[in-house]
T-cell receptor, first 116, second 111 residues
Framework: EPEVTQTPSHQVTQMGQEVILRCVPISNHLYFYWYRQILGQKVEFLVSFYNNEISEKSEIFDDQFSVERPDGSNFTLKIRSTKLEDSAMYFC??????????????FGPGTRLLVL | SQQGEEDPQALSIQEGENATMNCSYKTSINNLQWYRQNSGRGLVHLILIRSNEREKHSGRLRVTLDTSKKSSSLLITASRAADTASYFCATPTGGGNKLTFGTGTQLKVEL
């Protein structure tokens, strides 16, 4: 069964460093998302991406964040200058389409980011 | 209350018992989805119920949806220790159908 994959599974970085989190969505999916989950808290939406551009972003997704689909298969989340509060589990998700809003979003296993 | 709040926050039962978790939401929805998360792991999709459905089954899972009360329930029958996890409801909102997650129910199934 196709699945969303994410790399790395864990990343430790120093505050102020740039990190790139990578995702490979399911191949025939058209919409992509990043979510994050701070330890012990609920899963929060960051950004959605369709047709090579951001379709929606949350207040969390400030200028330090960017997303890219560089090669038609990978979907990346970049944090330019990490802060302590960026420590969280980051999930990528994809969905085949959003028409009629009846499609399941499939999530990757997550990248646990720790900022020291 | 927030869009997607589950209760109870935590539930501890014995293996073989049934577990019921509830979710309430505020805005109108097209569907409601339930996810499971093992400790520190990824989100696994369990079941999607559409707004025009009242009940749906998948294996030992039974989900109900009451749009008049803006609530849903997830029932796990004959629970097993392996069902120990957090369970979240989520609803798609906005044009891109981003998911808004609830706070989750932590289920512990003891032997």
């Amino acid at each position: 069964e196709p699945e969303v994959t994410q790399t790395p599974s864990h990343q430790v970085t120093q505050m102020g460093q740039e990190v790139i989190l990578r995702c490979v969505p399911i191949s025939n999916h058209l919409y992509f998302y990043w979510y994050r989950q701070i330890l012990g808290q609920k899963v929060e939406f960051l950004v959605s991406f369709y047709n090579n551009e951001i379709s929606e972003k949350s207040e969390i997704f400030d200028d330090q964040f960017s997303v890219e689909r560089p090669d038609g298969s990978n979907f990346t989340l970049k944090i330019r200058s990490t802060k302590l509060e960026d420590s969280a589990m980051y999930f990528c998700a994809s969905v085949r389409r959003v028409a009629e809003a009846q499609e399941t979003q499939y999530f990757g296993p997550g990248t646990r980011l720790l900022v020291l | 209350s927030q869009q997607g709040e589950e209760d109870p926050q935590a539930l501890s039962i014995q293996e073989g018992e049934n577990a019921t978790m509830n979710c309430s939401y505020k805005t109108s929805i097209n569907n409601l989805q339930w996810y499971r998360q093992n400790s520190g792991r990824g989100l696994v999709h369990l079941i999607l119920i559409r707004s025009n459905e009242r009940e749906k089954h998948s294996g030992r899972l039974r989900v109900t949806l009451d749009t008049s009360k803006k609530s849903s329930s997830l029932l796990i029958t004959a629970s097993r220790a392996a069902d120990t996890a957090s369970y979240f409801c989520a609803t798609p909102t906005g044009g891109g159908n981003k998911l808004t997650f609830g706070t989750g129910t932590q289920l512990k199934v003891e032997l």
